[in-house]
Structures are given as C-alpha cells and as structure tokens.
C-alpha cells in the first residue's frame, strides 16, 4: 500500500463543532485529494491540492476548508458540522493529476449528531 | 462534460464463473479510462487503466477490461470468479480538465456465491 494515513479513522461528533482530519503521505506526490464517499453517489471531490499552499474546490466545497502547509500533510476541516456531512472521506494522492493514478487512504467514518 | 455509468449496481456470479461489470461514457475529449476495486472498510486500489494505448487492457488480479470507441465502453471481465474478488467496482473517466477531471461512476457491488 502507498504510505498514506488518514486519522481519526472513525469519529463522532455534534452538530455545530469544527472538525479536522488529516492525511499524511510518505511518497513524496506533489498531488493530494479530499473525497467524500455516500451510498448511490459514488466518490465526490471536495478539494485537493496541487503542492505546498496550493489548493482548489471540488465538486462539494460548501461548508469544507482544507490547507496544506507541508507536501506530506493535507487538512480537511469542517467549520461548523452539519449532519448532511455525515460521510465516509477518503484522502488520496497522485504523481501528477489527471492521468496519473490514485492511491487512497483507508478512510474516515465521520458521523454527526 | 463527462459522465459515466455503470449499469448494474450488484452483480451475482458462482464462484469459478466468468465476471462482466458494465461500464458506459460520454466525454468530449480522448478519455483515460480507470477501474478501481473497494474491498470492505478499505480505500479504493487501481485495478486497470487505459490510456489510448491497446485497446485491451490487462490488470491486477486476473481482470481486463476493452475500451471500445464505437460504443463508448469500457467493460471489466474476470475469466473466473475468485471469492476474494467480492468488493465494490469503480469505473472512473478522465477528460483531462486537470486535477479535478475525474468522475467517478456510482459502483458495482459484486458478490460471489460458493
């Protein structure tokens, strides 16, 4: 497996409580990701990350924010927990972007109360 | 704009018997074409990718999947069903929009009988 964790790996927590979850990566890619995973929708980008301090929205943005102030460390934190945000997030990382394969973390089960 | 579908959500097969998971397109551009497996509390893991080079195209595990232009495909196939192949399958589609042009399919949850 690519060295990628991801903590918690499962959390509860109340509605209205920030939330942050990490990943950290051993390979060294320049590319990082936040998805969301939820039964009949697939896998839905919420941000991602293209180096040190460079990151853009995905297709589910509202209401995350992500940072990344390290090449091996990107943040997904939830401002204010929302029960709709109750969901599996898996982080994942590639060489390059588009073309290039994704290897993902294990995941974070994040329920909200 | 891209799409994909996936057209069967669960797919039953015997152990020892051939898997197809269908999988459908639509892109504007020349796509990459991904499938990626799930097993259980696990991240996704690559199975098989196309890139505009042969056409068919050989993954881990036993599985090959055949892009097919005419018909904007890109099926999975297993001679042989293997219990450890029960898992979720992703197909996934690129267009090269950059770093967010992935889409992901909805999944096809496969089960193998003994």
């Known amino acids: 497996d690519a060295g990628i964790t991801q903590s918690p790996r499962h959390k509860v927590t109340e509605t209205g409580t920030p939330v942050t979850l990490r990943c950290h990566q051993t390979?060294?890619?320049?590319?990082m990701y936040w998805y969301r995973q939820d039964p009949g929708h697939g896998l839905r980008l919420i941000h991602y990350?293209?180096?040190?301090?460079?990151?853009d929205k995905g297709e589910v943005s509202d209401g995350y924010s992500v940072s990344r102030s390290k090449t091996e460390d990107f943040l997904l934190t939830l401002e204010s927990a929302t029960s709709s945000q109750t969901s599996v997030y898996f982080c994942?990382?590639?060489?390059?972007?588009?073309?290039?394969?994704?290897?993902f973390g294990n995941g974070t089960r994040l329920t909200v109360t | 704009a891209q799409s994909v579908t996936q057209l069967d959500s669960h797919v039953s097969v015997s152990e020892g018997t051939p898997v197809l998971l269908r999988c459908n397109y639509s892109?504007?551009?020349?796509?990459?074409l991904f499938w990626y497996v799930q097993h259980p509390n696990k991240g996704l893991q690559l199975l098989l990718k196309?890139?505009?080079?042969?056409?068919l195209v050989k993954g881990i595990n036993g599985f090959e999947a055949e892009f097919k232009k005419s018909e904007t495909s890109f099926h999975l196939t297993k001679p042989s069903a293997h219990m450890s192949d029960a898992a979720e399958y992703f197909c996934?589609?690129?267009?090269?929009?950059?770093?967010?042009?992935?889409?992901f399919g909805k999944g096809t949850h496969l089960i193998i009988q003994p």
């Open positions: 994942a990382i590639s060489q390059t972007d588009y073309n290039s394969p994704l290897h």
């Open positions: 390979e060294n890619h320049r590319y």
């Open positions: 990350s293209y180096g040190v301090k460079d990151t």
């Open positions: 892109s504007s551009y020349s796509p990459s």
């Open positions: 196309y890139t505009s080079a042969a056409t």
């Open positions: 996934v589609v690129s267009s090269g929009g950059g770093a967010d042009g992935l889409t």
